[in-house]
């Protein structure tokens, strides 16, 4: 048509200018595309992570609402007291484990009270329903100097105790049992020990790949505990507890909830560092059971993936020969309190009836 000029048709590459063009244009169309991602995601990550603490289940409601604090160098610690048996003058102490607390011994809490005259359990610093400070130093010393002064809170230092423990609470309890055989001051006077699926032995324990991770993770630890939620939680606990046993989903639920009560999720990297503190003092701590005339007992078992069989129970039988042993079923893992609490409480009865 007059007057229209025709735009000549172009084969090839286009000229090196058109070319830089285009490559600025859709590095641009980029960095937008990752900037409306980030205006998005960041307050969607921000809420996230403050999402708060699920609700306490009633049966976790009823058991803080049957327990009580102390104060520990200005630090609350929850602790459960309850008076038992008429005519028996014992008294047992509970010692939970990593990562759930002394909610781990209520089913066989009624059992014990018709034995005992007084059973007492607490939740660790960093712990269940106790306080959870942080950044803050946590070790096995001071968990054993919490648990004597909760004894003294409660009047019982000259009182002779029996210590049941488990996991973490086992370690806790080797430390008050090198002070009693030591003479330390503030030593409660203990009566007998029994331990239950615990790392005793550094060199045959087995934490969890996420244990190591977080132990060790250094700048990248509080953002995995940040981004820690319950479908993350819940499948690493599940791996250490039998196929047949695995806790409900309500259970899991209570367990997860007395870790982000107080924010304790945030503090497992610093609570995790008892692996390598077990490693350190080795000599003390297996030293004080090979040393001691205190009636020991042992309830594993056998399934346990972190303190394995049979290398465990082996290396066990070999330093600690005067200890008694009860394995519980082939299918009983990491948490027998919780897997088989029938099994778990005849065994410790038939133990502290037999001295």
């Known amino acids: 048509m007059r007057g229209a000029e025709a735009t000549p048709l172009r084969f090839g590459p286009a000229p090196p ?5 285009g490559a600025r244009q859709r590095q641009r169309r980029m960095k937008e595309w990752w900037l409306q991602v980030g205006l ?14 699920p609700q306490l289940s009633p049966a976790l409601r009823s058991w803080r609402s049957s327990g009580s604090f102390f104060t ?16 028996s003058s014992d008294v047992v102490v509970l010692l939970h484990g990593f990562p759930t607390s002394s909610y781990d011994w209520s089913k066989i809490w009624e059992g014990l009270t018709q034995r005992f005259h007084r059973v007492i359990a607490l939740d660790f610093l960093g712990f269940g329903f106790s306080d959870k400070p942080r950044p803050h ?11 004597e002064g909760l004894l003294r809170h409660l009047g019982l230092r000259h009182q002779r ?24 001051t503030g030593s409660i006077l203990i009566n007998s020990l029994c331990l239950s699926n615990g790392g005793i032995f550094p060199e045959t324990y087995y934490p969890r790949f996420i244990q190591k991770l977080l132990k060790d993770g250094g700048l990248l630890s509080p953002i995995l505990l940040r981004l820690m939620n ?6 690493g606990l599940r791996a250490v507890f039998g196929p047949y046993t695995q806790p409900s989903q309500s259970e899991f639920w209570d367990m997860w909830t007395g870790v982000r009560n107080n924010d304790g999720n945030l503090v ?3 609570i995790l560092q008892y692996i390598n503190q077990r490693k350190k003092h080795r000599e003390r701590w297996v030293g004080a059971l090979m040393s001691t005339s205190v009636p020991l007992h042992l309830i594993y078992g056998p399934l346990d993936p972190v303190n394995p069989h049979p290398e465990f129970l082996q290396l066990y039988k070999k330093v600690l020969p005067v200890s008694t042993v009860s394995v519980l079923d082939d299918h009983i893992s990491h948490y027998p309190q919780l897997e088989d609490p029938m099994g778990f409480l005849n065994a410790y009865l038939n133990f502290i009836n037999s001295f």
Not at 41 to 47: F, H, K, Y
Not at 137 to 147: H, L, M
Not at 230 to 235: A, H, P, R
């Open 137 to 147: 130093g946590y070790s096995i010393f001071e968990q054993a100097t919490i648990v």
């Open 72 to 87: 520990y160098k200005d630090l609350n610690i929850f602790y459960r007291d309850s008076s038992g048996a008429v005519g």
């Open 230 to 235: 319950f479908f993350f939680f819940s499948g």
């Open 40 to 53: 998005l995601g960041v307050p969607l990550l921000a809420v996230y992570l403050h999402i708060p603490p």
């Open 17 to 21: 200018g058109e070319r830089e063009d």
């Open 161 to 184: 105790i029996n210590l049941l423990s488990h996991d973490y609470g086992d370690t806790v309890a080797q430390e008050l049992l090198h002070r009693y055989e030591h003479n330390k």
């Open 268 to 270: 497992m990297d610093s």
